[in-house]
Structure formats: structure tokens, C-alpha cells
């Protein structure tokens, strides 16, 4: 009995304690007068990515800034789970649905799982739509971010201008079932195919796939560098490897390197030249427009024709590198 | 009743999450309270640990008999994507007939051959259960990575039966709660009682976890009680699988990673003692309620998610240490009871 007594204890104290630390959104308040409250719910991947930090300071400010055009006082609730998790994910969902809110926009993890979690969402009347990565056999009403084959076949066309259109090229694949990283991947093969002085590693097993995070990224795209000397060109369907330092142990002038995203730390090695090029994601867009997609569909009833919005991919280069580090100290508010 | 601490343990954290979980509006327009109402208490922590339960209900069998099992989450995975691999060729209209007992079926056949290899490993080489669980926690995550090219299941263009799914483990009375996979959790505890408290195999479970030496110079068969108990604890996890399977009408290769640690920890919450021969099936239960309810207290009071972590790892080492404690508590009044 002292032993459960003193749980209860702890986890009491541990549930005071934490209430003193932080709370991520401050409670409804109930409103300015004549306004009726409206409350999102926001789901990304995870909360130790950057983009997904920077998706979520732009689903704060678009409900700050997209209150008054809709004459509503926009709650964001952001129920992001620490690191990835699909079904973290659904949970989230069916407890946002619980919590009343009009709205959820989701970066799905995995589909699977969170399909049936988007459906039973719409079915309790909640607009549900995606962002980033999709679920495109649920019925979500839209899907915001990037066109993944597109992206695919972009980073393979920058790769091959690169590369004098010769050599050997492998692809840094992350979460191996990620659909929207599955589909970039065949858009890099796809466009490959029109490129007969080049190949891919290993006669199309040149995929490598690793855990989403940066360090375990990096070790693996070291490790498949050093053990496959014939690669001349790397496409990377995601960043990264380059959100740490030192993930380059190579001579440059070797290898070329097109990735996917623009992080202030993968600006670095733009311009010291291990990069070849960056293509940015929208990703402070993924907040602000998703918000303003569930804004226009709660309040005006309105939806994107086709059900799919498409943020194209900014390239960025040595040129062009200090303005988007610019731009990200805004978004961080640093 | 040895449980009775954490049904208070319990009732304190919903009276606290009661008070001060606030009240939302629902869509009907009506202020409910946020914690204690249907809709969360079934839908946001009953029916989610339903899957956790079945396995901690295994893993604790296992830990009484003085084992470990590490490699639950990735047999659990093993046995979801067995059962969708299957499952996924039948007509989407199968009748339940056919697609229920298909999915138990092959994610408990799974499950069991699984586990039937660790304990066979454990029985003929004699090697420590973490050792060889950490092993095959490995080498089954890896069969997961390496049987499914697309990392996840059902294939594109294919669905699981209705029956399986929607009609079944999908099945929604009342709008958000899903009774089906709380209902198996509840049997399988049921059954676990019944195994460990009223069969001579399951308290020959206490005997072996509570000295292995003396349980065999008692002429009881040890090694033939931890396979059975191996394959007791593969069932549940196929049971789990199957659950998982058609709760999210899919599979991957990351299901239920790392979820042995959270498995793990609600055994041991649950009463269940790492040394052996103590625990039981309601301690299950009940230990991974407790660590869902703080989960659930995290979505409730709207703290940031990074904190249940913390906390629920806090209240595992309390738990480990409150009860070494008193055990060593209560072999030193022994010890000065027989001075």
C-alpha cells in the first residue's frame, strides 16, 4: 500500500508540476463579443524537425492574423507528438475531436493507421485535411505541400545538370513507409530513366533508408558513402543528414548533392559547396495555409478545386541562401 | 487484494484529471466535462490500451516465471502484417465467418511461433531471456523490413474486409467508441486470471519464477513450464497483432516499435516483479491503465506531450523501487520476527 501511495504521489505531483512548467496553449477564453471561436486542431510528424516547429509558429500566427478577416477568435490546438508515430498520431485525432474543434490539419506519419482516424473524424463532422504527407484514401477534404513525384524528379533533374548528365547516383530515402518520401523516390527513378549515361547504384537498389532523425541520418548516409565509393551524385528526398554538422567527410568536387529543404543548418553547406542545391518546402506555409484551408472550408464552405493544393519547390543556391536564412530567422523569431 | 493500491492510485488520478481537466464545449453545443465523460474515458483510454493490455498480459505470465521479453513489439508487429498480408486478398464484402477467425489465425500462429523459438532458445542453449529477446526483437523487426517492400500493408489498391475492420474492430455504436478491441482486452485478461490463479500451470508459473532450483528438485518440469509460458505470451501478442490490425485496418514495419518498453513497464507498474513469481493478469490491466491515464491526463490538461514521457518513466522507477524496498523491508522484520 506504501508503495502505491507514494505513485500516486509522484504522479500527482508530476501532473502540479508540469502544470507550473508550461502549458503549450493557453485555455479558451471565451472571446471578444460578437466573435464566434473557432478551434483547429494541428498534427505534424513530430516535434523535434524544425520545419514542423516552423509549420507550427505559421499555424499560430495565420490564426492570429486570419481571425479578423472570418470575424472569429482562431484557436490552434497542436497536439504534435515528440517524435514520430502514426499512431500517437490517431490518438491525437480522436482526442481532438473529443475537445470539439472545428477543423484538424495532419502530416501523416503513416497512412495507414491514420486513415481510419481522418475518417472517423469526418463522420463526427469535423473538416479534416492534410499537409505535408497525405492520406489519400481517407476523406480528408485536401491536401496541402509539395507534389512528391514532381519533387522526385526535380531533385534528380538538378542532380543531373550537376553532373554533366554522367555517373552513378544513389538516393537517402528516410522513413521507408513515409508514402510521400515513397513517391519522391520513384519520381528520382522516373526522371533517371532519361538519363542514359547515368545509373543508379547497384542496378536500382541504390535506396538507402534510415530513422528520421538527424544523427542516424547522417551516420547512414556516411557509412553508404564510404562503403560505395562508385557514388558520384546523391539525391536526398529529405534534409536530414544536413540538419547536423560535419555530415560531409568528403571531397565535394566528387560527389553532388541535391536535397529537399532549406533549414538554416542546411544553408551551411550551400555555401561552402558540399550542396549542390536546396529545394525548399513551404514549410511555415504548411501552417498558414493549412489554417487558412480549414478557415475556408468551416466558415465559407469552400474547398480547393481538385482537392489538391501544391506548393511549389523554391531553389534555393549559394545566390539565394542568405535571404532564406533571413526569412527562417523570421519565422523562428529569432 | 494486492491491487487494491492502484485502483486507488487510479480513482485519485481521474478525481485530480476530473477537477482539473476543465470543461469543452461538444458539438452539440453543451459544456462537458473534459475528462470524465463517455467519449474519453472509453474511446480516448480504454479502447487505445486495449492492444498494450493484451501484450502487458503476457509479458507479465512471462515475468513471473522469471523470464523477460524484449521482443514483444516486434512479434506484435510481425503478427499485424501477417494478418493484413492475409487479409488483404479476400473480397472487401468476406463475410465475418471467414475473415475473423483468418486474422486471429495467422497473427496467433505468428505470435506463437515467434516466441516458441525464444523459448526454445532460452530452454536448449540456456541463455539469459534478455539476451536471446534482444536478438530476436532484431531479427523479427528486420523480417518486418525485409517482407514488405513498401514498408506498410495493405498494398496499394487492395483493403481489408468490412467485416474485419468496420463491421468488427471498427465497430462504432455511438460515434467515437469502439467496444470490440476493449471487449478482447477484457477476455484476455479474464482468461489470464483464470490461467494464473485456478490451473496448476499457472501457479507452477509462481513456483518456477519464484525459485527456479527449488521447482525443479520439486520434480516440476521447468523447461517444458517456460516454453509454455513462451507461447502463452506469443498468443497474446498475436491476439494484440490482430486487434492493431483491424483497429487501423493496416500494418507496417514501425508498428509497435518500442512499444516492449512501454509493455514492460505496465507489467511492472501492474505488480509484476522482475525477479520472478509475483504478478497478475488484473495488475496488467491495471498497470497499463494507470500509464494511460497519465498519457490521457497529458491530452486533458493540455500539456505538451514531451511531459508524459517524464512522468510515466518517473512512476516505472518509483514503482521498481518501492517494491525493492519493501521487500527488503519485509525480509528484515522477518529476519528480527524469527531473532
Redesign the interface.
Known amino acids: 500500500?506504501?508503495?502505491?501511495?507514494?505513485?500516486?504521489v509522484?504522479?500527482?505531483a508530476?501532473?502540479f508540476g508540469?502544470?507550473g512548467?508550461?502549458?503549450?496553449?493557453p485555455?479558451p477564453t471565451g472571446g471578444t463579443t460578437g466573435k464566434r471561436t473557432i478551434k483547429l486542431g494541428f498534427v505534424a510528424k513530430s516535434?523535434d524537425n524544425t520545419v514542423f516547429q516552423v509549420a507550427h509558429a505559421g499555424a499560430r500566427a495565420a490564426a492570429k492574423e486570419l481571425g479578423p478577416k472570418y470575424n472569429a477568435n482562431v484557436e490552434v490546438?497542436i497536439?504534435?507528438?515528440?517524435s514520430e508515430d502514426?499512431?500517437?498520431q490517431?490518438?491525437?485525432i480522436?482526442?481532438l475531436?473529443?475537445?470539439?474543434v472545428a477543423g484538424i490539419a495532419v502530416a501523416c506519419s503513416?497512412?495507414?493507421?491514420l486513415?481510419?482516424a481522418i475518417n472517423?473524424a469526418v463522420?463526427?463532422?469535423v473538416h479534416v485535411m492534410c499537409f505535408d504527407s497525405d492520406a489519400p484514401?481517407s476523406r480528408r477534404f485536401c491536401y496541402y505541400g509539395t507534389d512528391d513525384i514532381d519533387c522526385g524528379a526535380k531533385i534528380m533533374r538538378e542532380l543531373a545538370k550537376a553532373m554533366n548528365q554522367q555517373g552513378t547516383i544513389a538516393i537517402l530515402a528516410g522513413?521507408?513507409?513515409a508514402?510521400n518520401l515513397?513517391a519522391r523516390v520513384r519520381g528520382v527513378r522516373e526522371e533517371l530513366k532519361k538519363y542514359p549515361n547515368m545509373k543508379e547504384l547497384n542496378d536500382g537498389k541504390g535506396v538507402f533508408n534510415h530513422a528520421e532523425n538527424p544523427s542516424d541520418a547522417a551516420e547512414a548516409w556516411k557509412t553508404a558513402t564510404r562503403t560505395n565509393p562508385s557514388i558520384q551524385g546523391w539525391a536526398l528526398v529529405g534534409g536530414w543528414p544536413l540538419f547536423v554538422k560535419g555530415a560531409v567527410d568528403w571531397d565535394p568536387a566528387r560527389i553532388k548533392v541535391v536535397a529537399v529543404d532549406a533549414l538554416p543548418a542546411q544553408l551551411e553547406y550551400l555555401e561552402n559547396g558540399s550542396v549542390h542545391m536546396l529545394l525548399a518546402q513551404d514549410c511555415y506555409g504548411w501552417g498558414t495555409k493549412s489554417v487558412e484551408l480549414l478557415l475556408e472550408k468551416i466558415v465559407n464552405n469552400r474547398e480547393p478545386e481538385g482537392r489538391r493544393v501544391i506548393d511549389p519547390l523554391k531553389e534555393v543556391t549559394k545566390a539565394n541562401a542568405r535571404e532564406v536564412g533571413g526569412m527562417w530567422n523570421k519565422w523562428l523569431g529569432r | 487484494m494486492q491491487e487494491a493500491g492502484l485502483v486507488i492510485v487510479i480513482l485519485l488520478l481521474s478525481f485530480l484529471l476530473t477537477v482539473f481537466g476543465g470543461s469543452v464545449t461538444d458539438r452539440a453545443g453543451n459544456d462537458v466535462n473534459n475528462f470524465f465523460r463517455a467519449s474519453n474515458l472509453l474511446g480516448g483510454i480504454l479502447t487505445p490500451m486495449s492492444t498494450y493490455a493484451i501484450m502487458a498480459m503476457g509479458v507479465t505470465i512471462v515475468i513471473i516465471a522469471g523470464g523477460i521479453d524484449i521482443s514483444i513489439g516486434a512479434i506484435f508487429a510481425l503478427a499485424a502484417l501477417g494478418a493484413v498480408y492475409v487479409l488483404q486478398h479476400f473480397p472487401p464484402d468476406a463475410p465475418a465467418w471467414q475473415t475473423i477467425p483468418t486474422g486471429f489465425a495467422v497473427a496467433c500462429g505468428i505470435g506463437l511461433a515467434c516466441r516458441l523459438l525464444n523459448g526454445l532458445i532460452v530452454v536448449t542453449l540456456r541463455m539469459h531471456p534478455f539476451i536471446v529477446t534482444l536478438g530476436t526483437m532484431s531479427i523479427f523487426r528486420g523480417i518486418c523490413n525485409v517482407s514488405v517492400p513498401l514498408k506498410t500493408l495493405p498494398a496499394p489498391g487492395r483493403v481489408l474486409p468490412d467485416s474485419f475492420t468496420l463491421n468488427f474492430l471498427m465497430y462504432q455504436p455511438y460515434p467515437g467508441l469502439l467496444p470490440v478491441p476493449m471487449l478482447l482486452m477484457l477476455l484476455v485478461i479474464a482468461a489470464g486470471w483464470i490461467y494464473l490463479h485456478y490451473t496448476v500451470a499457472g501457479r507452477q508459473n509462481y513456483a518456477v519464477g519464484g525459485n527456479e532450483e527449488a521447482a525443479r528438485f520439486s520434480g516440476l518440469n521447468v523447461s517444458g513450464i517456460k516454453l509454455r509460458v513462451y507461447a502463452l505470451s506469443g498468443l497474446a501478442a498475436g491476439i494484440a497483432g490482430t486487434v492493431y490490425a483491424g483497429y487501423y485496418g493496416s500494418a507496417s514495419s514501425n508498428t509497435g516499435l518500442g512499444w516492449e518498453l512501454m509493455v514492460i513497464a505496465a507489467a511492472v507498474v501492474g505488480g509484476a516483479s522482475l525477479v520472478g513469481g509475483r504478478g497478475t493478469a488484473l495488475g496488467a490491466l491495471l498497470g497499463t491503465l494507470v500509464i494511460k491515464l497519465i498519457e490521457n491526463g497529458i491530452y486533458v490538461m493540455q500539456y505538451d506531450q514531451q511531459y508524459s514521457t517524464i512522468i510515466v518513466g518517473a512512476a516505472i522507477i518509483l514503482a521498481v523501487a518501492v517494491d525493492r524496498l519493501s521487500e527488503h523491508l519485509r525480509q528484515k522484520r522477518s529476519a528480527g520476527g524469527r531473532a
Open positions: 500500500m506504501k508503495r502505491v501511495w507514494m505513485i500516486a509522484l504522479v500527482a508530476g501532473l508540469v502544470a512548467c508550461k502549458k503549450e496553449e485555455r516535434q490546438d497536439r504534435t507528438p515528440p502514426a499512431v500517437k490517431a490518438e491525437a480522436d482526442s475531436v473529443r475537445a470539439g503513416d497512412a495507414g493507421p486513415t481510419p472517423r463522420d463526427a463532422g484514401a522513413n521507408a513507409s508514402p515513397q
